[in-house]
């Protein structure tokens, strides 16, 4: 399964509301993480299952979609949010997107 | 609190193996699933393959023929070797825990590995 993220880039503004996009090239039954990673850093996993966050990650991140279509939602845009953000499929094989890069406007 | 760490050289010649090593601590690399996972200049990431809790190994098909994930339980480490590199095999490596549906929750800083002459 071939995942395509977009939009490539996005630049937003602090108290924005961020949604990231991720689309299957096949169905992905929900089986569908988003990963954080921050310049130098390793990746984090943010949400799993296509809407569970995982513990310790904070309440503004949230994740939806069904079928070929996901989508990562940031309500409010924080400073510490730069990064670039992965989608990651485990539904047939195991395949990353090619990622987003979020900067602050 | 698990904690991986990757070693190994960070410039390997075409045609010769690049062999990691990921240390654990805090967790037995006798339980879970335990990968690798590479990120290419440009950001594309590429899922490598896993050692099961039991031994048992996958690999991503495209690497099939060049790619061994072994483990070491006494020391709680487990090592990647990629045969007969080239150019296109410089990235950073990361060695990773997964879960039962393979998802990565731990990760280690990643090892930077530049194939060149």
């Known amino acids: 399964i071939q995942l395509t993220q977009s939009p490539s880039l996005l630049s937003a503004s602090v108290g924005d509301r961020v949604t990231l996009s991720c689309k299957g090239s096949?169905?992905?039954?929900?089986?569908l993480a988003w990963y954080q990673q921050k310049l130098g850093e390793a990746p984090k996993l943010l949400i799993y299952?296509?809407?569970s966050l995982q513990t310790g990650i904070p309440s503004r991140f949230s994740g939806s979609g069904s079928g070929t279509d996901y989508t990562l939602t940031i309500s409010s845009l924080q400073p510490e949010d730069v990064a670039t953000y992965f989608c990651y499929q485990y539904n047939n094989g195991l395949t990353f997107g090619s990622g987003t890069k979020l900067e602050i406007k | 609190e698990v904690q991986l760490q990757e070693s190994g050289p960070g410039l390997v010649k075409p045609s010769q193996s690049l062999s990691l090593t990921c240390s654990v601590t805090?967790?037995?690399?006798?339980?879970?699933?335990w990968g690798w996972i590479r990120k290419f200049p440009g950001n594309k990431m590429e899922w490598m393959g896993y050692?099961?809790?039991?031994?048992?190994?996958s690999y991503n098909p495209s690497l099939k023929s060049r790619i061994s994930i072994t483990r070491d339980t006494s020391k709680n480490q487990f090592f990647l070797q990629l045969n007969s590199v080239t150019t296109e095999d410089t990235a950073t490596y990361y060695c990773a825990r997964g879960s039962i549906l393979r998802i990565m929750d731990a990760w280690g800083q990643g090892a930077s590995v530049t194939v060149s002459s």
């Open positions: 096949q169905n992905i039954n929900n089986y």
């Open positions: 050692i099961s809790y039991s031994g048992s190994t």
């Open positions: 805090g967790y037995s690399i006798t339980s879970n699933y």
């Open positions: 299952n296509t809407n």
